[in-house]
Nanobody, 122 residues
Framework: QVQLQESGPGLVKPSQTLSLTCTVS??????????WTWLRQPPGKGLERMGF???????YYNPSLRGRTSISRDTTKNQFTLRLNSVTPEDTAVYYC??????????????WGQGTQVTVSS
């Protein structure tokens, strides 16, 4: 059974770097052809895709985050990590990791972590 679990601090100060790790079990993050994705949902707003790291190790980032995002992985621990630098209170959100796969020819997020609340405040 595939499971994803986010971990990291729940409170980050403005201008600091937010770092969250997603630990995956039940499948290797190098398995074709999954994309391991970070998303977030600020209070009262919709879900935003921040970026992903592919099974191959290459990455994509949402341009709206203006280069503040990086996603890396540790294949020995089967984890992938989000870093968001220069955070502001507008980065307060519930952060999710998810797996994106192809089912019946359609791209879907088929497994999710439970989400973790991150608040940016001094």
């Amino acid at each position: 059974q595939v499971q994803l679990q986010e971990s990291g601090p729940g409170l980050v100060k403005p201008s600091q770097t937010l770092s969250l790790t997603c630990t995956v079990s039940g499948v290797s993050i190098t398995t074709n052809y999954y994309y391991w994705t970070w998303l977030r949902q600020p209070p009262g707003k919709g879900l935003e895709r921040m970026g992903f790291i592919r099974y191959s190790g290459t990455t994509y980032y949402n341009p709206s985050l203006r280069g503040r995002t990086s996603i890396s992985r540790d294949t020995t621990k089967n984890q992938f990590t989000l870093r968001l630098n220069s955070v502001t209170p507008e980065d307060t959100a519930v952060y999710y990791c998810a797996r994106r796969g192809i089912i019946a020819g359609t791209s879907v997020y088929d497994y999710w972590g439970q989400g973790t609340q991150v608040t940016v405040s001094s």
